[in-house]
């Protein structure tokens, strides 16, 4: 089941909200992003979603939401508190559908007088309750109720809270609140899994204690695909790929799931952590973050790729490094590509990090209350960090100086190793004449060149020159024109060592020669295999430039490279005759 549409007036901060939500053209869920100052609305928005979800489940099953007296209480309270100051009727709508295409609708209404209203926001809306709680009706007809309740058991409707935390390992259990989850006697119309989380971390440690007997012993389908998964999240977590979880010594007053390092393998050599315990505080809210996902759609085996449903997660970035905002988690939320992701953050380190790892066009970021879409450079957090890190618009002015003091073409690169090598090319190739042609600027990143192709200032309608941003063959951008602004991406070469930056121009007996003359300019891990459901699978050595020797090589090969080291940069004088005859 995924969120279609979402419709709100005058509730909360909220005047007028009307939502569609973004999916690819395969049907895959794009992840929606809500920002905005605090008293935006983000979390009014995301409790109205999690309200549907509490009302769909109740109808299925027995063990949703609490008892008040002989009637069930709402998850979100109902009535005038929740309308904007100084409107009398308002309204939330939703439209979800099911994994065969039928449409479940709920509505919150409060005074309202017609569902015309209903229909400006969500112009095929149905329901007509004017006046309180309503979805709609999920009957046993056709066995869709079944059917539905089956989706639900094998899926994902999850809310992880901004008030969500994870009990330190330190803490006394006198002072801990009572247990949630405890073994129960499991009864058929249940559904047994939580919508809204706010501490996973004792049903976590029982789940991945289990999980790691299942596999050991039994090793089914379901087990080896689960195992696999929550590999793969600690191993992105720690950012370290021969890692994995295993079971700890009998007698550790802690947990017993430790984490291990392993050779090519997947045998443990020695021991990375005694417990998961100790993680820290960011590294356990992320754990516990995705494999909740992987537990609740625990039923059917599944890779992490066809997991589907709803997860939604308020001020995503709470308690997370700032590595662990911009690089691990978009890298988690890229393994669940299937997942229907509703997320919050004030971050913007997370916001340049998911589009970084996914694609600017493969999320959708949206401004509260109005819910404008916008760009990241738009998200008022960024402005205010970017204004921080590049002391009071420094960067920008200094740009816009370069700009305006150049008399010729300028062209932007990601990085300064960029313009030497360009000029070593150059000069190989009997080309210095262009050299005199243009201006390059070190734009100190791909973000940076998206800034000025997203700059909204007269700046650039005021000078003449043109402008050529020059993107590495990694970043995930595509080819575009403005104006007198060109933008292109280096063409990636599969056959050569290297899969990021200007290095993958250079050829794989160009990189042997400098790994014979300094082999720790290179990082490699040779080629292994996996076993993965059954079949081996060979993973091919994999080269990288080592992040501490990236200017040494550079020096290297400016300093002896050949015309046949440098043959595959004449992609890049073919992109500067199209930027300056065009």
Not at 260 to 276: E, F, K, P, Q, R
Request: a negative charge.
């Amino acid at each position: 089941m995924y969120l279609k549409n979402l419709g709100i007036k005058n509730i909360g901060p909220i005047e007028e909200l009307s939502i569609e939500f973004p999916f690819h053209e395969d049907g895959e869920p794009k992840p929606i992003i809500f920002v905005g100052e605090n008293g935006a609305g983000k979390t009014i928005l995301l409790s109205q979603i999690v309200d549907g979800l509490y009302e769909i489940g109740s109808i299925l099953f027995d063990d949703i939401g609490v008892n008040s007296g002989l009637s069930r209480a709402y998850y979100k309270i109902s009535g005038g508190l929740n309308l904007k100051l100084g409107e009398s009727k308002g309204f939330s709508i939703l439209s979800f559908q099911d994994f065969e295409g039928k449409i479940i609708e709920y509505v919150d209404a409060i005074n309202c007088e017609s569902n015309l209203d209903f229909k400006k926001l969500i112009n095929d809306f149905s329901l007509n309750t004017l006046a309180s709680k309503e979805v709609t009706q999920i009957q046993s007809v056709n066995s869709w109720k079944e059917k539905l309740k089956n989706e639900w058991l094998n899926n994902n409707h999850i809310y992880q809270s901004a008030y969500r935390y994870e009990e330190p390992f330190w803490k006394n259990e006198d002072y801990n609140t009572d247990l949630r989850f405890k073994n129960k006697i499991k009864y058929s119309n249940n559904l047994y899994k939580e919508i809204e989380i706010i501490s996973s971390m004792e049903v976590n440690k029982s789940y991945l204690l289990d999980l790691a007997l299942d596999f050991i012993n039994n090793k089914t389908e379901i087990d080896t695909k689960n195992w696999n998964n929550i590999n793969n999240i600690i191993q992105k977590i720690k950012q370290k790929q021969n890692i994995r979880f295993a079971i700890g010594k009998r007698n550790n007053k802690n947990s017993r799931i430790a984490i291990v390092n392993t050779n090519i393998y997947g045998t443990a050599v020695d021991t990375l952590l005694s417990s998961i315990d100790n993680l820290s505080l960011g590294e356990l809210i992320l754990l516990n973050l995705f494999v909740n996902i992987i537990r609740h759609s625990d039923n059917q085996p599944k890779e992490a790729n066809e997991l589907q449903g709803i997860v939604i997660i308020d001020e995503i970035d709470a308690h997370l490094h700032t590595n662990l905002q911009n690089k691990v988690l978009p890298e988690l939320i890229k393994m669940f590509p299937k997942i229907q992701f509703i997320i919050t953050t004030h971050s913007p380190l997370f916001i340049l990090g998911l589009e970084k790892e996914l694609g600017e066009n493969n999320i959708e970021l949206r401004n509260m209350p109005t819910g404008e879409i916008i760009t990241s450079e738009r998200f008022s957090e960024f402005e205010k960090a970017y204004k921080v890190l590049n002391d009071t618009k420094k960067f920008e002015d200094d740009l816009n100086v370069k700009i305006i003091e150049s008399k010729k073409p300028i062209v932007f690169v990601e990085g300064d190793y960029d313009i030497r090598y360009i000029k070593k090319a150059c000069e190989l190739f009997d080309k210095e004449e262009l050299l005199t042609r243009i201006t390059f600027i070190d734009a100190d990143g791909y973000q940076n060149l998206n800034n000025i192709w997203n700059h909204k200032s007269n700046l650039f309608k005021a000078i003449d020159e043109k402008m050529l941003l020059l993107y590495d063959c990694d970043t995930k951008v595509t080819d575009g024109k403005r104006d007198k602004i060109l933008k292109r991406i280096i063409p990636y070469r599969s056959e050569n060592y290297f899969d990021k930056g200007i290095e993958n121009l250079f050829s794989v007996d160009t990189i042997t020669k400098a790994i014979d003359f300094k082999p720790a300019f290179v990082d490699i891990i040779e080629e292994y295999k996996q076993t993965i459901r059954g079949e081996t699978v060979v993973i091919p050595k994999k080269y990288t430039v080592n992040s501490d020797e990236k200017g040494n090589l550079c020096n290297w090969l400016c300093e002896n490279g050949t015309i046949e080291d440098f043959k595959n940069f004449k992609i890049i004088f073919e992109i500067f005759d199209e930027f300056l005859d065009g």
